[in-house]
């Protein structure tokens, strides 16, 4: 899957057209207000581009999870009201992403204006990916423009069957993501480095495969370590850890060594006897976990090593916190870690891209995530690009071109 499949708007004709932009608009909300509008800002220069053409742009997107009816808490209204705010400029809303209200609305459009309609998943087809709700969709649109890396990884109608059914092109928030994926792993200037992290090695035991055959040196955190050390017969107390996959865990550290990958697992830990803000906690070297500790975070000797082995990488791929970031004592190595990336970042050693749910609040948190090369606005898409596979979404449009 390559950019060179991928047809960008820059040359394209809008003027008085229809553009349908499937955008990501699933963005947190709390008490009926956008409470983390990054997704949304990443898209206003997409939006304002067509805008400025002359295009009537018609913004499609899913909301939450409300499995294919009708959910007042997941409408599309406040986010349409801050998209609005963001952009300068009105945006109409439709109470229906398909039918007599979206058709009013997008009849109802100048050359220049912009609407958002009603959650996409209110209709089942949608998850279905059903031709026929496609085609309702690609009756309101001259032209279809996907910009919603961060749902490609999903086989749905305003994502996959539209492609078939409109002239079809990728916006530039979906290149930019992808251009930025394929400088980590398509492409890299080596040696390259992941950090790789989260709770559970079940999730990203595919990114893992994936990525012992890519990178040079993978640095494996969080409580996903835990099943490694357990792997290698290590003692890890109470630490949470999933014993049925060491031998998946073996299975990738054996991988890792047939492709001359390095793995890197923490030498040192910081336990405590439970996961609280005031539970007593320590350093200790890996080997002496207590019988009735946890590990929840990795300790200062590793970080200096990781970031030791980092300084020597011209690449770096971040996925996924090294301890239990969200309470304080045990944030300490995902930060450290994080601003050492971040100054390698600034100093032009270093190319850094991040992704992947939590690892975008824990960047936050650390105060770094603009530092880095690149913060991906993907969760599921980012990881299952990191496990090399193709997204339904690209595929769609590359074959459209
Ligand atoms: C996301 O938030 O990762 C995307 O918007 C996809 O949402 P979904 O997991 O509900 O398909
Ligand atoms: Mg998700």
Redesign the pocket.
């Known amino acids: 899957m390559t950019l060179a499949n991928l047809k960008s708007t820059a040359d394209l004709d809008v003027r008085g057209k229809r553009v349908l932009v499937r955008a ?1 608009l ?1 963005v947190p909300v709390l008490d009926g207000q956008v409470s983390d509008a990054t997704r949304l800002e990443r898209l206003l220069p997409g939006l304002r581009g067509l805008a400025e053409r002359g295009a009537r742009v018609i913004v499609i997107s ?1 909301f ?2 409300p499995r294919g009816g009708r959910d007042p808490s997941l409408s599309l209204k406040p986010v349409a009201a801050k998209l609005a705010q963001l952009l300068g400029r009105p945006v109409a809303f439709a109470e229906d992403c398909v039918g007599e209200p979206a058709e009013r609305t997008v009849a109802s459009l100048l050359p220049g204006q912009v609407a958002v309609l009603e959650n996409l998943r209110f209709h089942g087809g949608e998850e279905k990916n059903d031709p026929a709700f496609a085609a309702r969709l690609a009756a309101l649109g001259d032209v279809f423009v996907n910009d919603a890396f ?2 490609a990884h ?1 086989a749905h109608a305003s994502t996959e069957a539209v492609a078939r059914l409109l002239p079809s092109y990728a916006g530039p928030l979906l290149l930019e993501e992808i251009k930025a994926l394929a400088s980590v792993l398509e492409n890299p200037v080596r040696p390259t480095a992941a950090v790789i992290g989260g709770a559970k090695v079940s999730t990203k035991i595919p990114v893992l495969k994936n990525l012992v055959a890519k990178v040079d040196k993978l640095i494996i955190g969080g409580g996903m370590a835990n099943t490694f050390l357990l792997a290698q017969g290590v003692e890890i107390g109470k630490s949470l850890a999933e014993p049925d996959l060491a031998q998946t865990a073996r299975e990738i550290l054996h991988a890792a060594k047939e492709r001359h990958c390095e793995v890197l697992l923490p030498h040192d830990v910081v336990v405590a006897p439970r996961l609280a803000a005031t539970a007593p906690w320590r350093i200790v070297p890996t080997l002496e976990t207590p019988a009735d500790a946890l590990i929840l975070d990795v300790g200062p000797k590793s970080v200096a090593h990781y970031t030791a082995v980092i300084e020597h990488a011209k690449t770096l791929l971040w996925n996924g916190p090294l301890g239990a970031f969200e309470c304080e004592p045990f944030a300490q190595g995902t930060f450290a870690l994080a601003r050492a990336v971040a100054e390698l970042t600034r100093a032009g050693r270093l190319l850094s891209v991040a992704g992947g749910g939590d690892t975008v609040a824990a960047l936050n948190a650390a105060g770094v995530a603009d530092a880095f090369s690149y913060v991906s606005s ?4 980012f990881l299952e690009w990191l496990e090399g596979r193709d997204l339904p979404g690209i595929v769609a449009l590359a074959a459209a071109a």
């Open positions: 990501d699933n899913h939450g999870r961060s749902a999903r993907a969760g599921g898409a």
